[in-house]
């Protein structure tokens, strides 16, 4: 019998990119999307799955209130559910224990971070056995949907010939994060207006910041002023909020008018000091 999988994120290309891991270590699943916590309550009210996986932040209705909802229907309160967010502090955790989600992921996240909080999920609620879970992992790296330099700079995974390519990111620019002196991994959110933008971070400088995102009707106007969060990790974690910046340059990844990510660089207005001091550190640490 296939998992039933229900992933839930406003950002598709988070989405995309999480469905191709749950894909490739459990190929017996069957994952469904949705963009909000509204769409997700929908689909839960018309059919039966194993697992939710859902981000915290979204429009309509939050991943708060999704699993609110959830342990107060009787049919469905005891459905494992994922909390993954890149709201990491230890208050945002208790809150989200006591909505009652079953575990919490903070983003960015490796592939075998997630699985090891799949896995442990669906063991527990009987829905998945060691021989299954054990099958398609391999050891724990780095790599991955929201951390890996391999996905976010667009050098290629060490996958086996005839593998298809881990993101869609693979066909961008293969040198920029490198050129840049500065290692790729972590999440970020633009605030610009009325809109969040959730992005992969490609690289970062303590002068500006290189940021891909999937391709949607809003395009940010060139000059725009912008609110930064960012979430990197890549050995050592380090979250900073409300950074000031301005859109400085946008381009597509690909190379067609096609293109289905674009690239954003924002030039920081100007750091806080103890913002500039952690970004420095973890800059040092990535070229030991």
Not at 44 to 61: C, G, K, T
Not at 166 to 176: D, F, K, M, Q, R
Not at 192 to 206: A, G, P, Y
Request: proline residues 3%.
């Amino acid at each position: 019998m296939k998992l039933r999988i229900l992933l839930c994120d406003d950002a598709s290309f988070i989405r995309d990119l999480t469905k191709r891991t749950l894909r490739k270590f459990l190929p017996q699943s069957e994952i469904m999307e949705a963009g909000d916590g509204r769409r997700a309550q929908t689909l839960i009210s018309r059919q039966s799955f194993d697992l939710v996986i859902s981000d915290w932040e979204m429009p309509h209705m939050s991943g708060e209130d999704l699993v609110r909802w959830i342990r107060n229907e009787s049919e469905h309160k005891e459905l494992p559910f994922l909390m993954v967010s890149s709201l990491g502090d230890k208050s945002h955790i208790v809150k989200a224990v006591d909505a009652g989600v079953s575990d919490y992921l903070g983003k960015p996240f490796s592939p075998e971070d997630l699985m090891h909080k799949v896995t442990k999920l669906l063991r527990k609620s009987g829905k998945l056995t060691a021989g299954q879970s054990d099958s398609g992992m391999s050891s724990r790296g780095s790599g991955g949907p929201f951390s890996s330099v391999d996905i976010l700079s667009g050098k290629r995974s060490s996958q086996s010939a005839g593998q298809a390519d881990a993101s869609p990111l693979l066909s961008g620019n293969a040198n920029t994060a490198n050129e840049r002196g500065s290692k790729a991994a972590g999440t970020a959110i633009a605030k610009i207006s009325d809109h969040s933008v959730k992005c992969m971070i490609k690289s970062i400088t303590l002068q500006d910041l290189v940021l891909i995102t999937k391709r949607s009707d809003y395009i940010p106007e060139l000059f725009s002023s912008a609110s930064l969060t960012i979430s990197l990790s890549q050995g050592s974690a380090l979250a900073i909020q409300d950074i000031p910046a301005y859109l400085h340059a946008i381009s597509a990844v690909e190379k067609n008018e096609k293109s289905g990510f674009i690239q954003l660089v924002f030039r920081f207005r100007e750091l806080p000091a103890n913002a500039t001091e952690s970004i420095s550190e973890w800059l040092s640490r990535q070229r030991r």
